[in-house]
């Protein structure tokens, strides 16, 4: 089967780092995808990663392993509107995975 | 300029009743998809649309389904609806089939009661 796994929640501090991990069992793999989602907004793109290895996009990053079916993004100087979901998403054979999403609480 | 968009952003409706919701992209993107994303905030695909012909339909149910006019637009018709039909509609389109990066429209927030 095809599966992704992230935690439901995670909780942090304002200026603080966080790093949400995103595992992945498919029968594919093209590249994934990270994407934030506040609450009763759209998803919109954060970063995408194909090869191993991390890509650093201002305050956020990302990182992959495929050997491990592995990645996390990585969320530096916190901020309050930081505060959102945050969706891990596998392109496998042309179609698009996606896991539950985390729900990253920030606190002053 | 919106690059995707939707209508209408809320739909309240009865049980049995039949609805549609448009979606539109100025983007010149060739894909298009339908999510639902319920109440447990889980992202779920529902078809995708390439150069106007369905590549993907996941196992929905027949009372859905997708129209597309033209590469620009999108609609999903909704027969018959049901309490559990419920749940927020997006919108998304790609350059390429599952490409780079979805450009998701603000999504229908759909109740059924």
């Known amino acids: 089967g095809q599966n992704i796994d992230q935690p439901t929640e995670m909780t942090a501090t304002e200026g603080a780092i966080v790093q949400i991990n995103c595992t992945y069992q498919?029968?594919?793999?093209?590249?994934l995808f990270w994407y934030q989602q506040h609450a009763g907004e759209a998803p919109t793109f954060l970063s995408y990663?194909?090869l191993d290895g991390l890509e650093e996009k201002g305050r956020f990053s990302s990182f992959l392993s495929r050997s491990k079916g592995y990645s996390y993004l990585l969320l530096k100087e916190l901020q309050m509107k930081d505060s959102a979901s945050y969706l891990c998403?596998?392109?496998?054979?042309?179609?698009?995975?996606w896991g539950a999403g985390t729900k990253l609480i920030i606190k002053p | 300029d919106t690059a995707v968009s939707q209508t209408p952003k809320y739909l309240v409706t009865q049980m049995g009743n039949d609805k549609s919701i448009k979606c539109e992209q100025n983007?010149?993107?060739?894909?298009m998809y339908w999510y639902k994303q319920d109440s447990k905030k889980f992202l779920k695909i529902m078809f995708s649309?390439?150069?106007?012909?369905?590549?993907i339909n996941e196992t929905v149910p027949n009372r859905f389904s997708p129209k597309s006019p033209d590469k620009a637009h999108l609609n999903l018709h909704i027969n018959s609806l049901e309490l559990g039909d419920s749940a927020v509609y997006f919108c998304?389109?790609?350059?390429?089939?599952?490409?780079?990066?979805?450009?998701f429209g603000p999504g229908t927030r759909l109740t059924v009661t």
């Open positions: 649309y390439n150069n106007k012909e369905l590549i």
């Open positions: 498919t029968s594919g793999f093209n590249g």
């Open positions: 983007l010149g993107h060739d894909t």
């Open positions: 990663n194909v």
């Open positions: 998304a389109s790609s350059q390429e089939f599952s490409g780079y990066e979805q450009y």
């Open positions: 998403a596998v392109r496998s054979n042309y179609q698009l995975i």
